[in-house]
């Protein structure tokens, strides 16, 4: 059984760790997102299992690369570029999930070091754990947060 850990956090600030990340590049995210098939990219209900894949694979690259285990910074320009090039979209047709994301500028650190993701011991050896701390640039005029609905998904989505 392949047991895994995810913890997201969306805000609206820089985090402290994102100097210190390796940063990745937009080849790597998209050799990452262009193992991922079977399903519809570009809808919403599917994005964050998109993001989810491509994330676990490059945690899963820069372990077996990275002996000190560096966390990964992703720059929003870099995921977005390499989402259209994966999916053949012009940005202006980029589903609302990927294009807000740009737009608002939200990086990514993921940092996979069991000591700092999981506190203790639980349940089972995890394969795989990781923080994934997404924000954009707090200034003034920004908002804090934002949300939008996906006409297209049956049910409609609002996220």
Known sequence: MTVWLATVMALAFSP????AAHAVDRREILQAMRESRG???TATANGARFQSEVLRRLVRRARASDPSQSPLFIDHRDWFRAYLE???LTAEAAPAFVRLSDEYGQDMVVDYRRERVIGGEIGPQLELAMNVCIWWPEA???PGKYSYEDLLSKPRLRV
């Open 140 to 142: 003034r005029g920004r």
């Open 16 to 19: 402290p760790d994102a100097a």
């Open 86 to 88: 994966r999916t053949g």
């Open 39 to 41: 399903y519809e990219l």
